[in-house]
């Protein structure tokens, strides 16, 4: 069944049950357990987003595992540089052809590597500007004449899901 029918069929049971509840919210919950299909629908997402997560979370695992490779895997080809290098020197070549590479070594220049961040002076250092989300959330909390760089999004349901 299409889910815009059951959350139709479940609104139209809670409205009807509405009234004979008088505010009771057990019996209220309870009814709607009975008439409609609320948990069935409600578990069935559940069971969607919990894969969802464990998905989410082996690709993260995942996303380490390749990015830990892809670092061994550009100090190997560093490295296998490196020996090219040391062959071509060894045997007084700056270029080497073969039928699939030609090969060759030159002087690099050398590189300055930066220690110590903390110690950099401050004429050497560039500024990531961002905005502040806490002063601007204390500043225009409550207030609804915004300037034009703002808005104002509406409220979202927060909704959380305790396994047992």
Known sequence: MNQMVKLAEIERVAEMLAPYC????????DMMLGESPVDRVAARIWEQVARDTEILAGIKERKAAISERQERLERRVEAGKAA?????????????ELPEVTLSVRDGKPKLEITDKDAVPEEFLRWKSEPNKTEINAAFEGKTDLPNWLTLTPARDVVTGRTR
Not at 87 to 96: F, Q
Request: aromatic share 4%; hydrophobic share 40%; net charge neutral.
């Open 22 to 29: 008088d505010g009771d919210e057990q019996l209220f919950h």
């Open 84 to 96: 090219i290098g040391e062959v071509l020197r060894r045997a007084k070549l700056s270029k080497l």
